[in-house]
């Protein structure tokens, strides 16, 4: 059974910095594509970041110079660094694991397991 588990929100202020980790188990992060999504109040899930299985990062706009997805094989987890955070990042954030042939990362539909999610909240 794969499992993913995230962890390391919290409540920030505006400009500073949290890293998310998200643990896998059952399967390996190193040969998947593994995503962060968000969900706001009140706003649909969105692409946040991406890695696929040989390195290629992918980001949405709004968090370009400002996140970085990361892995670390040996540990299977997957780490979102963000930083300079705005008070519009606040959201849950999900960790989702799928397949390493997906041909878009940034769709919800590529991947097959989500983690529970983690409050990031942002105060202005």
């Known amino acids: 059974q794969v499992q993913l588990v995230e962890s390391g929100g919290g409540l920030v202020q505006a400009g500073g910095s949290l890293r998310l980790s998200c643990a896998a188990s059952?399967?390996?992060?190193?040969?998947?594509?593994m995503g962060w999504f968000r969900q706001g109040p009140g706003k649909e899930r969105e692409f946040v970041a991406a890695i696929r299985w040989l390195g290629m990062t992918h980001y949405v706009d709004s968090v370009k110079g400002r996140f970085t997805i990361s892995r670390n094989n040996a540990e299977n987890t997957v780490y979102l660094q963000m930083n300079s955070l705005k008070p519009e990042d606040t959201a849950v954030y999900y960790c989702?694991?799928?397949?390493?042939?997906?041909?878009?990362?940034?769709?919800?539909?590529?991947?097959?397991?989500w983690g529970q999610g983690t409050q990031v909240t942002v105060s202005s």
């Open positions: 059952g399967r390996t992060v190193s040969t998947s594509t």
């Open positions: 989702a694991m799928g397949i390493s042939s997906t041909s878009n990362a940034a769709a919800a539909g590529s991947y097959n397991t």
